[in-house]
């Protein structure tokens, strides 16, 4: 039972367009959600966030989307660079996360010039 | 500034061996989390530590072992390694009840 769904693998955008990653979740417990970004052979790092209470929250050329009643968040990247090109992870965590996030199976993220 | 640090970085094991890859955080974080990362799955929990001498299971804590007798410390151990188990393994940590884990760089783990 995925509880967090990244239903695109990959995604083409070319440099300077706008990127969009989707992601959707089934738990309604879930109340922080985050998006990390990985790039080969290294550990994911935390990119942006955002709480249930809002369903905005943009940071630089970063902005993520809620939409509670749908259970549906986005990340809007603007405008892409060919540096973004990742794999980028949708998570999510109830409670303070004592336990960790639940983690989607990622979107690669490809920019092309 | 260190953060987590992760070793070895590369290993290649055989099928029933005992493996233990070493965590090691300089931030004094309370939480830390073992993760594993596969094709198809994404990041799946292994294990979780809230503090020195408290840990508890995952997602898929299967045939492996951990311990906690340090807070900077969280190693992971295969008690009888297996190919399934061919992996990269992330440890990261958190510094209490808040949301953001900060990963540490991985160890790939090869079973043959």
């Known amino acids: 039972d995925q509880q967090v769904k990244q239903n695109s693998p990959s995604l083409s955008v070319q440099e300077g367009r706008i990127s969009i990653l989707n992601c959707d979740y089934t738990?309604?417990?879930?109340?922080?959600f985050l998006w990390y970004k990985k790039y080969p052979a290294e550990g994911p790092t935390f990119l942006i966030s955002?709480?249930?209470?809002?369903d905005k929250n943009e940071d630089g050329r970063f902005t993520v989307f809620l939409n509670k009643s749908a259970k549906h968040l986005s990340l809007h990247i603007v405008p892409s660079q060919p540096g973004d090109s990742a794999v980028y992870f949708c998570?999510?965590?109830?409670?303070?996360?004592?336990?960790?996030?639940?983690f989607g199976k990622g979107t690669h993220l490809i920019i092309q010039p | 500034d260190a953060g987590i640090t992760q070793s070895p970085r590369y290993k290649i094991t055989e099928t029933g061996r005992q493996v233990t890859l070493m965590c090691h955080q300089t931030?004094?974080?309370?939480?830390m989390f073992w993760y594993r990362q596969d094709l198809g799955h994404g990041l799946r929990l292994i294990y979780y530590?809230?503090?020195?001498?408290?840990?508890d299971k995952g997602e898929v804590p299967d045939g492996y072992v951990v311990s906690r007798s340090k807070t900077e410390n969280f190693p992971l151990t295969l008690e009888s390694a297996t190919r399934s188990q061919t992996s990269v393994y992330f440890c990261?940590?958190?510094?209490?009840?808040?949301?953001?884990?900060?990963f540490g760089e991985g160890s790939w783990l090869t079973v043959v």
């Open positions: 990261a940590s958190k510094q209490g009840p808040g949301n953001t884990i900060y």
């Open positions: 738990n309604s417990m879930f109340d922080y």
């Open positions: 955002i709480s249930s209470i809002k």
């Open positions: 998570a999510a965590n109830s409670g303070g996360g004592a336990d960790g996030l639940t």
């Open positions: 931030w004094s974080h309370s939480y």
């Open positions: 530590s809230a503090a020195a001498d408290i840990t």
